[in-house]
């Protein structure tokens, strides 16, 4: 199949090189060069080759075409996520019902964007909110600037931070988009546990 | 090293520490020689300054010819000893220690206070101990609150026994023991169940690990979300370098760990706890104008332009001898100059004042009177000094820094120490090598200075007067002629004599250099001087009253009398220090006050205005040894401003045009002007502490009692202290003032 | 003196020299003792020159019976003299090495012996005080020596001008609380000056900075107590009775798995199987023997394949272990070794002071790690990481404790490494199995 295909013009002689395929032709090589049956075996060659070609290429099309479609048919029905999808972030709780995060400002100083806001507290015998020493007060997210870059989870020592697949949050008011712990937490076991 | 060679002592030791040639003088810790070369040799239970333990074994190095490992921190150099501090032996040593370490210590690092600068984890970092073959459970304690202010959580504490050392030998109060052995030795309090100490927190700040913590910084942050900034304590006069640590215009800590200033890490319980009365709630945060009777509200507009109303008004009726001004020992050098600017060229009036604590005028009168100007003690020359006699003050509760200089002098250098004094206070107790203890200072300076001597006065001149160098450190006792008596006497020991004189708050010194003085212009020349005057008119313009004004106490009269219808009052609280009745002040047209509080002072004001504190502006203060240093704007306080902002706007108002833009203009004004303040400024700038030689011949106190102390503890610091949570929690704050831990 | 048989059971081939006296009734009695050569080897030594009491102690081959086997002469000639400071004697009789019972026996049956050893130790390094540090679970031995002192004072014995020489000492008791680690020097030293008992930085040595930073020498109980035997006798006599380099005769402790246990004085040197056999009447129940400690319980232990060795301080160097303390400690066939180490670290980890970290740790996280392999909850890498971790303790600890606490370990581990496998196999320990079954 040497002489056949998508050639560059710039084989031709007396053309100028350069790799430029702009001006590709679709050809024949029928020079006075070769002996007629061999011209003629040459060009039978090519011509089955094509058509081999274009059968194998439309062989996927048609057998996709009996396949169910991939396309989600979004915002009709829900989207599907593959299980490490990076969507928004869920502060996790521990078996306890207790927040794992433990204010530990790693996210915060591994988030290449800056986006995560700390406050830390201590927890006292008859307020707690962590099994730790410590817990996030405060905890921001600022989705105006996160890249979902996941640094933030591999960051976290207590596994507290997970990516979700939450991903509608596209507003007109950049205020909405600083997540507030409270929007971020995972519900407590006894609220999810409700109907 | 051929450098090294010539410059060393003959008798200095010639050793090799991994390949490089170390010379060091005989007896130098191996561990010391080896920084000095630039090589670190780890370590947990050594520091600089304390007894030597052994304890941590970290900094196991090895020597060729000796068979074992050898602790860098307990051998002392020897000729031609080799020592490597980095091959394997050395290397799995110290990892088989932090291995050690590691089994009974929590890894909680993301909840630990210390994680981000803790040793042992900088350690295990560098060795590599983090994977252990520890599989049975670990010990565990709870954690216990030894005070307000500190806590310890045993599990995480790897008995380095720099806790104990630095309260026994740094600090003498020899608050902690140990307890119990074995894996289950633990550091307690030495009286009782919880710790009856100054509560310095040096024990929290030394700690390696996050054993001990600090109650006012515990599980807030993290070290690297901080922002920190060097600047100088505002409690004391002693003028201790902090590093405030900020996080949201908030400051979270208060240390030098970086050890740089004159007090390298030491900071008291003020220093290190007691800034909180900056973030206290009860901050004023706007000003406010007094309309029918009562404050309310106002803007700054509106506040500013009613007291220059009310200025101008009784300046037209009752002349600029109506008006007075009385400033503030805590405010910078920069705002007393421009304070005192603005009462003798705006207000045309030499009656200013403020709280003296010492007589700074008296002593730098009688040194230039002696041609003695440079015999000022720096803060490191008492620690030096050969032999110090301490008239008066009791510098364990009123000035901490100067209490450990005396102690770090007796204790490393074998220092004698002389007390004078009428309490038996901890330094005579413990340190001093005479105490004499007296009915009264002024009176026992007399008769150690006069013909007789009696009792124990008498032993002391005689082993005074066989000393040499020695630093005299007075409090407020000593004033006026008993200063100058004092200087003469003292001048005539053997060699050179130093002196200090105890001023209570952080720019005492710097308020009586700066001229907040009825009698005296900045650099202590009095008014009438006309060749100083001419000195400061020059670039003020006008001309200032070379009639001396009326000191504090003859104001506080005059308000009485009616003859004062205006008074300014700038971070002072006269109304308490000098007990002037609600009823005066109501006297008074206008009272101006700008303070961060609402004291008693500005409760009776007709305009309060909000000033910013030391954290929220730059500018320069002098220490009580003449030091200046720099204070560095390290946060905001949304609607204060700072005492040179209210008076920059009070002067326009006024009608002055003054050229300052920023403190470092005034700055640079009062270095080419005041006598002895013409210091180096790159050295300033670099957060170093650059000592003064004010000179001049300023006029006699006037009265004895203008100078007298507040007499603070080590949790009080006058107005302030009350609205700081740390300086009241604690147990001991309620103690007597004259309690010695 | 009620169970004086029970470990005085004497034995023909003991040498006795410090122990000659012991069965002498009311000897704690001064005119007793005074009967019996009693407090002529201090007359003796007071007309000597200082420096001459120094030599003879020292080329009579004295070694520290304490553990360590320094030269006593040696010791005492490093005290400088020339010191302006006061120096001292401090006699350590805080005798708590498990396996280790001659200290008792002198102090409870010659008590005059070593009080007349400390004053000469005192005379000899130009001390006027000398002070007996007694452990904290003896103190009953504190009102025999009280008592004693208070009769030497009474005599002219102590005290101002003793016999007239113009030398004056004066000896206190003190007692400890009961902390093994203060048989250590520099601990004792701390306990004695009141202090928590945590070893001291060496150098500088006691013999230079000891009790109150002045030079002070410490010796132990028996150590002290052969003093004026030498000096009686002279040095060359006292040297004969041993080996060459270790002089004189020696306090055994037989303990353990041994028919006839008891203290005797056996001449330096002495085969340790003829111990077991001859003098300690072999096993009990014809057992086979299978280990023996030589020295209280911080030497490695011998196997019973190497227990033809001369007990003297060198020859038990020689085979990788010590003389230690001479509690000599058999053990039978029976025995665990696992369980043995158990309990040789549960001791450690119970006694070490905490001071340095190896130590603190090491011996915790040992017992911990033995007691949980003993009970068959073993890992196949547990006895690689005790022999580790005890290597890792091994001379790197501020003082002696932490080595006291490996060698045993890893003596056992080394040489009883099948026990070890048998744990991992079974999953339980060998031996108790076996006594249930019996049972």
Known sequence: MKNIGIRDDTVRPGRSSGGRRRNAVFYFDLSEALPYTERMAKMLREVTGTVGALAKGFAVTFKTMFRPAVTENYPAEPVHFEGRYRGLHVLRRDENGLEKCVACFLCAAACPANCIYIEAAENTSDHRISAAERYAKVYNIDYNRCIFCGYCVEACPCDAITHGHGFEIASYDMNGLVYRKEQLLEKPPAAAAKP | MPETMTTAAPSAVTLTI???????????????????????????????????????????????????????????????????????????????????????????????????????????????????????????????????????????????????????????????????????????????????????????????????????????????????????????????????????????????????????????????????????????????????????????????????????????????????????????????????????????????????????????????????????????????????????????????????????????????????????????????????????????????????????????????????????????????????????????????????????????????????????????????????????????????????????????????????????????????????????????????????????????????????????????????????????????????????????????????????????????????????????????????????????????????????????????????????????????????????? | MSDYESYLKGSPLEVQVISRRFRIPNITSIDVFLAHDGYKALAKALKMKPEEVINEVKNSGLRGRGGAGFNTGMKWSFVPRQSPKPKYVACNADESEPGTCKDRPLMEYDPHQLLEGIAIAGYAIGSHQGYIYIRGEYRYLMDILDRAIAEAYARGYLGKNILGSGFDFDIATHTGAGAYECGEETALLNSLEGFRGNPRVKPPFPAVVGVYGCPTVVNNVETLSNVPAIILNGADWYAKLGTPKNGGTRLFCLSGHINRPGVYELPMGFPLRRMIEEVGGGIPGGKKLKAVIPGGSSCPVLTADEIDVAMDFDSVAKIGSMLGSGGVVMIDEDTCMVKMALRIMKFYAHESCGWCIPCREGTSWLEALLERFHSGAGLATDADTALDVSYNMLGKTLCPLGDAAALPTISIVKKFRGEFEEHLKLGACPYERKAVAVA
């Open chain 2, 18 to 741: 991994d390949g490089k040639t170390v010379t060091a003088p005989p007896g130098t810790l191996l561990i010391e020689a080896a920084k000095q070369a630039g090589i670190e040799v780890p370590s947990f239970c050594y520091y600089p300054g304390m007894a030597l333990q052994g304890a941590c074994r970290m900094c196991l190095v090895s020597i060729e010819k000796m068979g074992k490992l050898q602790t860098a921190c307990t051998t002392t150099v020897a000729p031609g000893m080799v020592v490597h501090t980095e091959n394997d032996e050395v290397r799995n040593a110290r990892k088989a220690m932090l291995e050690f370490l590691l089994t009974n210590h929590p890894l909680d690092c993301p909840v630990c206070d210390k994680g981000g600068e803790c040793e042992l984890q900088d350690a295990v970092f560098r060795y590599g101990a983090a994977e252990t073959r520890f599989m049975e459970s670990k010990l565990h304690h709870e954690e216990k609150q030894f005070s307000k202010l500190i806590y310890y959580d045993w599990p995480r504490c790897i008995l380095c026994y720099r806790c104990v050392r630095v309260c026994d030998e740094i600090m003498d109060v020899n608050a902690y023991g140990v307890a119990f052995r074995a894996a289950h030795s633990e550091i307690i309090p030495n009286r009782g169940e919880k710790l009856e100490c100054e509560e310095c927190g040096m024990c929290v700040d030394i700690c390696p690990v996050g054993a001990l913590t600090s109650g006012t910084y515990r599980y807030k942050t993290r070290p690297w979300e901080m922002n920190y900034t060097g600047t100088v304590c505002n409690h004391c006069g002693d003028g201790c370098k902090t590093t405030l640590s900020i996080r949201n215009n908030e400051i979270i800590r208060a240390n030098n760990r970086d050890h740089s200033g004159i007090n390298g890490e030491f900071l008291c319980v003020k220093g290190r706890f007691g800034w909180d009365f900056v973030n206290s709630q009860e901050r004023l945060l706007e000003p406010r104008v007094r309309r029918n009777g009562s404050q309310a509200p106002a803007s700054w507009d509106d506040a500013l332009g009613l007291a220059v109303e009310r200025l101008k008004a009784v300046i037209k009726e009752h002349g600029r001898d109506a008006v007075a001004v009385i400033g503030s020992n805590r405010t910078s050098n920069e705002e007393n100059y421009l304070l005192q600017r603005l009462a003798r060229s705006v207000l045309g009036t030499n009656n200013i004042d403020h709280h003296r604590t010492a007589d700074y005028a008296s002593l730098v009168g009688a040194l230039t009177a002696a041609g003695a100007k440079d015999r000022h003690a720096t803060m490191a020359e008492i620690a030096s000094a050969n032999s110090i006699l301490l008239i008066g003050n009791d510098p364990t509760q009123q000035h901490p820094l100067v209490a450990l200089q005396i102690r770090e002098a007796v204790r490393q250098h074998g220092a004698h120490l002389y007390v004078i004094n009428r309490n038996r206070i901890k330094l005579a107790e413990r340190q001093a090598a005479v105490f004499a203890e007296v009915k009264n200072e002024t009176e026992a300076l007399a008769s150690l200075i006069g013909d007789s001597p009696s009792g124990e006065l008498a032993a002391l001149r005689e082993k005074l007067q066989a000393e040499s160098d020695t630093v005299v450190i007075f409090g407020s006792e000593i004033q006026g002629r008993d200063v100058q008596r004092l200087v003469r006497w003292a001048l005539a020991l053997p060699g050179r004599t130093r002196f200090v004189a105890l001023g209570d708050y952080a720019n005492s010194r710097g308020a009586a250099d700066m001229g907040l003085l009825p009698n005296t212009l900045p650099g202590y020349s009095p008014v009438s001087d006309v060749a100083a005057s001419a000195r400061f008119e020059s670039v003020w313009g006008g001309s200032i009253p070379s009639k001396p004004g009326r000191n504090i106490r003859e104001i506080i009269v005059d308000i009485d009398s009616g003859a004062i219808k205006a008074l300014l009052v700038f971070g002072s609280n006269p109304a308490k220090t000098f007990g002037v009745s609600k009823e005066t002040l109501a006297k008074l047209s206008l009272l101006f006050v700008a303070d961060l509080f609402p004291t008693e002072t500005a409760a009776m004001a007709d305009v309060v205005v909000p000033a910013a504190s030391f954290a929220e502006k730059s500018g320069t203060v002098t220490n009580l040894c003449g030091e200046v240093q720099a204070l560095r704007k390290t946060m905001r306080k949304a609607g204060t401003r700072s005492d040179f902002e209210i008076l920059l706007a009070l002067a326009r108002l006024l009608g002055a045009a003054w050229p300052y833009r920023t403190p470092d203009d005034v700055l640079r004004e009062i270095v080419e002007r005041v006598p002895g303040y013409s210091i180096a400024l790159p050295h300033l700038l670099v957060g170093g502490a650059v000592p003064t030689r004010p000179e001049g011949a300023p006029l006699a106190l006037e009265r004895a009692d203008l100078v007298f102390s507040s007499g603070d503890s080590l949790f009080t610091s006058g107005s302030v202290s009350r609205f700081s949570w740390a300086l009241n929690a604690p147990e001991e704050a309620r103690r007597p003032r004259g309690h010695i831990f």
